[in-house]
């Protein structure tokens, strides 16, 4: 499909950044956004990348309503010499799918949803952040915004790609964050919407979030919604458990996100001479093994979040130092080996990186 790339007149060029180490998550988006509109009768249409601007939609759209919406997040990384690079966003793409699945959405082709970030990368270039810890953040979305109050999929929606200019996601940067084991509210139960990436399931985080930031803690880590036994992830990160020469993590058993970076950190400690272990981790069992001295390192994995280190797990009013409560050696040397695959700086054996030239 051909995308149509639509004049950026000089007044809706907004204010860029000036100074990149002020740059937060996703507050300052780029001058343009790409835009595909769905209906029943034609498909997708309309492919076009157009000046950044606000939705005016029927305050009856679906997705105000009964929230049929899903996203997704990549990020670009500029290479010292300038250059602009995507990481893994094929996968992006096929992850997009599934969730589209899941919440009764048509898929987007995959060529589209990885040209038309392409296109938009490449026009937008110049807000891609150059220093340590910088990228541009990009958001694929779509939304269900037939004006319609029964509850039903909506026969018209938006794909859109929103992009900012980000730095660290957590505030405190590449630091240790506090984690609180959640054992009253839940996230997801088998078959329910786990494993997509759509709004409901953030929206539903927020509550327990809130109780825990009251409490200083950074996020919570999710238990099964069954038995609240088993650890499932942490909303934006996916979880690690480093003991000697073994990383554990949980299995994808469909009520958790199948990270991209976890995926690529599994990848990674693999070739470093650890072994992985996808498996149930029972709370219990992970907490006598952090107060023995088990568990040696914990961090989180996520796009937003790159490689997060866990300095202290939280659970029933114990909280417990993990390792030296610092950034771990294997934490370290992923997150150094991932970025700097990421920035370039490393070269790609994996094939995970897509030049836009
Ligand atoms: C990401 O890592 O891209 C995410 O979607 C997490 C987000 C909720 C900030």
Redesign the pocket.
Known sequence: MEIKVLPLPEEKKKTKYTDESTLS??RLFTDRMFLVEWKASEGWVDARIQPYAPFVLDPSALVFHYAQEI????KAYKWADGSIALFRPEINAHRFNLSAERLCIPEIPEELFLEGISQLVRLEKDWVPGSEGTSL?I?PAVIAVEPVLGVKPSDHYYFFVIMSPVGA?YAAGFNPVKILVEDTYVRAVPGGTGEA?TGGN?AASLKAAQVAKKKGFDQVLWLDGCDKKYIEEV???NMFFVYDDVVVTAPLTGSILK?V?RDSVMKLADTMGFRIEERQIAIDELIADIRAGKVKEAFGS????VITPVGVLSYKDESLTVGNGGVGNLTQKLYDTLTGIQYGKIPDTFGWVRKID
């Open positions: 998550f996703g996203f997704e997040g990549l953040y958001r996601y990436k953030y909303g934006s990160m990270g970076t996520g796009t937003a979040a």
